[in-house]
């Protein structure tokens, strides 16, 4: 069953790298969609920023725990940070700030909270798997 663990990292992998692909590249077909400016070369450097460090970095670490059994712990384990913290942040903001009035920034709620839990399960089973051999 090591196979559904290489799968769904190397979705995950697949998925942050588009994202941090179209956040470096084009940040404003991104951005623009869920109603955020980038108006500013300082707003467009932070964007970049965060797109290429935080999602291409998770996405290289997600690829090497697809193809590399001793990468795979720390890569779920990222992958339970990042999700949850994707998670938590936009349930604060629904609290704080109200629904958002792009369909897309709550889709990325779903999706994001999908990833998350997805992730935990991978993380329980890689570790279950590991304590039976």
Do not use: C, W
């Amino acid at each position: 069953m090591v196979r559904i663990e290489q799968y769904g990292l190397g979705l995950m992998a697949f998925l942050f790298a588009l994202a941090a692909l179209g956040g470096l590249f084009a940040p404003e077909l991104l951005f623009d969609n869920i109603g955020i400016a980038i108006n500013t070369p300082a707003g467009a450097a932070e964007i970049r920023a965060i797109n290429a460090g935080l999602l291409g970095g998770s996405s290289f670490l997600f690829a090497m725990g697809a193809k590399h059994e001793s990468h795979r712990d720390i890569a779920l384990v990222m992958a339970v940070i990042v999700l949850g913290g994707f998670t938590l942040g936009r349930l604060v903001s629904l609290v704080m700030d109200g629904v958002p009035e792009h369909p897309i920034a709550f889709a990325a709620l779903v999706v994001e909270s999908i990833g998350f839990v997805v992730a935990i399960l991978l993380l329980r089973h890689h570790r279950k798997r590991l304590v039976a051999d």
